[in-house]
């Protein structure tokens, strides 16, 4: 497998050396060569153009390399500017760098590597210099023996005008003898270290040229194809078609292909032998912008690789392909996570699309009803980090857990086909595509059915702000981005700009977005969308916080056709601009996001002058419109627990970074965050304490699956409160009144509710010392706790409660029913099977650590920190410690209080006669 990968990276680069790119000598390099590399910075994505400054960026791929991001023996970190890594500058934007192979990289004896890898970057490493469609550069290492090039053509596929000239040139590693066939009819010999030969294109067949050598020992051989370019008939599209893949109830399928400012477009795939052929080049409609053709005679029950050549230059998949075929990344997907997928076809070149048969789900939740805006509890989840296994089977499997939580919608980040496989799914390539990572699209079907089933509505994680080079709507204008008819050639948004900015101005870009929406609505049933960046949709200049009607119009019109389609789909916004933007855009029937990580975790830790979470209320904001979807915690933000545990205030005995005493903050803030009206949202595995930072393998990196918290006797408390908090807001419609005041600015906070059908006052201490607050009560009267059950009698409405530090009580004049929470007693703790040392997190660190152990029963304990050397360098534990588990914090100082040196350090922890050592890193 891998080296047929390595094989199509050859290929790949070879069909890119047109473009002259990259330019070296010798062309056959061992690794014991020197080597002489020219850089052209016009070329590729020309991000280096002016430059006054060139690195290389690189690294080697080997035999090991698990893909072609897995660079080994890079030269400097990103941003490092060293000597060796410096270009030459040769004028006119070309750079060089010369250097022996074996030597430079520090490769050992026999290291089999198969290319060398390059980025090119500025000294500041802002701008980079990459191939057209924005990937990373590899120059072919060869092994000592015959090898053989075709410089010219650089492509496989050759259409040319008719009587236009082929200029063929392949070069061996040493004099040989050359023959050249075309149609299998012998034209030329030569023994030579090269063949040069002209073809000239004199008629419309298609031809095949063959290229043997020779030295007696060693064969190898190089082969292509020529055609010359018939007229292009015009004509309008078919009746019922659209851009893209039409299947017709006869069995034809046609094919549109929104290309303008392209010559032809040929239709290639399986069945063609991947070659371009007469009969399957495509219509041109009278307007010149789409080409189209129709199919017949495929087999309706098998599935067909297909791409389109364009202009005999690139080769493209589908865009509106709903599954595509990765020579890359497919073969680490597993059977048990997508059954029957389709082999990638040896022929082929590049990501190619699929002809499926066509299957109709048998969808079974007829009755659904669609959970109100207002009311919505959305768990938001990255299925990668979700589940060991990551796919929709299993989390079907797992819908009684959300069930039994009580949320009533589940947020899905992206999980349309995106570049790579283990990612946060930000990086599309293919929009109508479910990634193959997660599994088949009919296990996606059947997700949200059994979802919708539950009464749990399923909403996509959608990025319509921006696409990278792995989509064919990138690679299709990649040498000239000025006419594509998606993508803003430059992002008019400098401070936030990823990847190729879509031009929402434009009407082909409207006509894809609304056929992207519709389709996931009708294909999936999908409840609706979070559209990713929304403030990006807009081709104003700035940053995007000021308030901009042209984007407002983009948005509402967006709406529109989603509502179109689907009256009460929801249009969620990841917006933060301007507030009359917000309001206006809140009004209109979307749902905002709305920020509170910052508020509540100031709250949480005890940090009273950043805890007012005022901004979570909608009417706080004025808006007359409940949809604001406020959340302590999103993808995108530090987990609660982990800044309860690194940052948590103390006083005396009571200390945040305490777990149990973290994990009853949680607790409080939650009370808060799920009873204030309007929808809400959590990150998965808040309802557990999830206590890894977002930084934990890096922010975008895979983090621990961790369903082992349920089993934790404290832990399974917080998940409990909150399914009783979700419970509660579902359940009673007190918390979806529009009449309510709360006081969020002190230490004691307090949210008063209004309603025919039950008031509710409910009061929390986010001091670390004991609070008293004279509170207003509705009336007097009984009233009654939620949590305890308890009930209190009063004689007036002002009564004076007294609250232990991180105590709060939800009073209702309405007895409700009591309820079921686990019970952590005093000096309890989760009791783990054997003694347990946890790696550090994060590491490496600065300029502190969190070190966590668990510990089967009470016991002495020891934990010391060693330099490399052996040398002690500080105790942080020397005590008697309860069983459960313990946090400890290293600031990264000995015993002195002096601050150590950068490098590697070990951690020892001994209970009793169990010892056990790991190492962690140190980066100032």
């Not at 090269?194 to 051989?221: P, T, Y």
């Not at 689907?566 to 249009?571: E, F, K």
């Not at 990150?683 to 082992?708: M, V």
């Not at 709360?742 to 039950?758: C, D, P, R, Y």
């Amino acid at each position: 497998m891998k080296s047929s990968y390595f094989l199509s990276l050859i290929v790949f680069f070879a069909g890119n050396i047109h473009a002259q790119l990259l330019t070296w000598t010798p062309y056959f390099a061992t690794i014991d060569d020197t080597i002489t590399i020219t850089y052209d910075a016009r070329q590729g994505s020309a991000g280096l153009v002016g430059a006054a400054e060139v690195y290389a960026h690189t690294g080697v791929l080997t035999e090991s390399s698990s893909g072609s991001s897995d660079w080994k023996h890079v030269i400097a970190d990103w941003g490092q500017n060293i000597s060796k890594a410096k270009m030459t500058a040769l004028g006119d934007d070309k750079w060089r760098l010369r250097f022996h192979i074996r030597s430079y990289y520090g490769l050992a004896a026999g290291e089999p590597v198969t290319h060398l890898a390059f980025v090119f970057r500025n000294a500041t490493g802002s701008r980079t210099g990459k191939t057209e469609s924005g990937g990373d550069i590899f120059l072919p290492i060869f092994k000592p023996g015959l090898h053989l090039a075709r410089l010219s053509p650089p492509c496989q596929h050759n259409v040319r005008d008719l009587g236009d000239s082929l200029n063929v040139l392949v070069i061996a590693s040493r004099i040989v003898n050359f023959a050249l066939y075309i149609d299998d009819t012998l034209i030329r010999t030569i023994a030579s270290d090269s063949l040069q030969h002209r073809i000239i294109l004199n008629d419309l067949n298609k031809h095949h040229v063959d290229i043997f050598v020779s030295d007696g020992a060693e064969s190898r051989s190089v082969s292509f194809y020529y055609l010359a370019e018939g007229p292009t008939i015009t004509s309008p599209l078919p009746e019922g078609t659209q851009d893209g893949i039409t299947y017709h109830a006869n069995g034809d399928i046609t094919l549109v292909m929104h290309a303008p400012h392209k010559n032809f477009l040929y239709v290639i795939g399986d069945w063609t032998s991947w070659e371009a052929d007469p009969a399957l080049k495509m219509k041109e409609t009278p307007d010149g912008d789409k080409y189209w053709l129709t199919l017949s005679g495929l087999d309706p029950n098998a599935s067909h690789a297909y791409q389109y050549l364009v202009d005999s230059r690139q080769t493209i998949a589908d865009p509106y392909a709903e599954l595509v075929l990765d020579p890359e990344h497919d073969k680490y997907i597993t059977a048990a996570t997508y059954p029957n997928l389709p082999p990638y076809p040896a022929q082929a070149e590049g990501i190619v699309s699929v002809l499926s048969a066509q299957k109709s789900y048998a969808w079974q939740a007829h009755d659904y009803q669609r959970p109100a805006k207002e009311s919505l509890i959305i768990y938001e989840l990255l299925l990668r980090d979700f589940l060991r296994t990551h796919d929709y089977k299993t989390l079907t499997d797992t819908l009684r857990y959300f069930e039994k939580l009580g949320v009533n919608a589940i947020e899905l980040m992206p999980v349309s086909e995106f570049e790579g496989n283990s990612s946060w799914g930000y990086n599309p390539s293919f929009y109508f595509a479910p990634d193959k990572y997660y599994g088949p699209k009919a296990d996606l079907q059947r997700f949200i059915d059994e979802a919708h089933r539950r009464g749990i509505a399923v909403i996509q994680d959608i990025v319509l702000n921006h696409s990278y080079g792995q989509s064919p709507m990138v690679q299709l204008y990649a040498e000239n981005m000025r006419l594509n008819p998606w993508y803003n050639e430059t992002s008019p948004n400098p401070v936030y700009a990823w990847g190729y900015d879509f031009n929402h101005a434009s009407a082909a870009t409207r006509t894809f977005v609304d056929r992207v929406t519709k389709h996931w609505l009708t294909e999936y049933r999908m409840d609706g969308f979070r559209f990713d960046f929304s403030k990006g949709f807009t081709n104003r200049p700035g940053d995007g916080w000021a308030r901009d009607d042209s984007r407002i119009a983009i948005l509402k019109r967006m709406a529109d056709a989603v509502w179109s389609i689907d009256s009460t789909a929801y249009i969620i916004l990841e917006h933060f601009t301007e507030e009359s933007e917000e309001k206006e855009l809140a009004e209109y029937g979307m749902l905002i996001w709305g920020n509170s990580n910052h508020d509540y975790g100031g709250a949480s830790i005890g940090q009273i002058d950043s805890s007012d979470f005022s901004g979570g209320s909608y009417k706080n904001r004025g808006w007359s419109a409940p949809h604001l979807v406020t959340y302590m915690e999103s993808h995108d933000e530090e987990r609660l627990m982990f800044k309860n545990l690194q940052r948590g205030n103390s006083s005396g005995s009571y200390d945040i970074k305490n777990l149990q005493t973290a994990l009853e903050r949680i607790e409080l803030a939650a009370t808060f965050f799920f009873t204030l009206p309007g929808p809400k949202m959590f990150w998965q595995f808040g309802e557990l304490g999830y206590d890894y930072s977002i930084t934990y393998n890096g922010r975008l990196g895979s983090k621990p699956i961790r369903w082992d918290y349920a089993n934790q006797v404290n832990r399974k408390r917080l998940h409990d409160v909150f399914a009783a908090l979700i419970r509660l807001k579902r359940e009673q419609p007190a918390f979806s009144s529009a009449s309510y005041t709360t006081s969020f600015g002190q230490a004691v906070k307090w949210l008063k509710i209004n309603h025919e059908s039950m008031n509710v006052l409910i009061v929390g201490n986010f001091d670390v010392r004991e609070q008293s607050k004279i509170l207003t009560f509705h009336h007097p009267g009984q009233w009654y706790d939620y949590i305890s059950g308890d009930s209190l009698s009063l004689e007036s409405v002002r009564s004076s409660v007294t609250l232990a530090p991180g105590e709060y009580l939800i009073f209702t004049d309405k007895r409700l029913q009591k309820p079921l929470i686990s019970q952590v007693y005093e000096g309890e703790r989760d009791c783990p099977d054997i003694f347990e040392l946890y790696q550090n997190s994060p590491n490496p660190f600065n300029p502190s650590t969190t070190i966590r152990f668990a510990m089967q029963r009470a016991s002495h304990v020891a934990l010391d920190i060693f330099n490399i050397r052996g040398q002690k360098i500080k105790t942080l534990v020397n005590d008697f410690k309860s069983a459960g588990e313990h946090h400890i914090c290293w600031d990264g100082r000995d015993e002195a209080g002096a601050a150590v040196a950068s490098g590697i350090y070990l951690y020892e922890l001994f209970i009793d006669d169990w010892r056990v050592m790991k190492k962690m890193t140190l980066l100032h």
